[in-house]
């Protein structure tokens, strides 16, 4: 997520900005190290607008980007249905994966 976009979101900015980014990042952290999880940080490019089937890009080739509305897509390419915070979610395990290797 980039909290410079989320912040310009009226209905998210308040409680992204009580809490602050860095903060909820420590917070993360400390969970992890106490349940013996990793906790690392990737890239937020595209985890929203990729599909994580076929690796298509929203708002590429002619194609509309998708906007917060949009709660679940079918990829142009592939046709996989996708809800998009499940779609986010396995961009984002691929990119930390990719990362630890
Ligand atoms: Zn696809």
Redesign the pocket.
């Known amino acids: 997520l980039r909290s410079k976009n989320m912040l310009k979101n009226h209905a998210l900015a308040m409680s992204i900005a009580d809490v602050g980014w860095r903060t909820f990042l420590g917070m993360l952290a400390y969970k992890a190290e106490l349940y013996h999880r990793q906790f690392l940080t990737v890239d937020p490019k595209n985890t929203t607008q990729a ?6 890009v929203m708002g590429t080739a002619g194609t509309e980007k998708l906007t917060l509305a949009d709660r679940e897509w079918t ?6 249905h ?1 809800d998009r915070d499940h779609n986010a979610a396995q961009n984002i395990l691929t990119k930390g994966i990719i990362k630890l290797a």
């Open positions: 599909c994580h089937e076929c690796g298509f990829c142009p390419k592939c046709h996989a996708h």
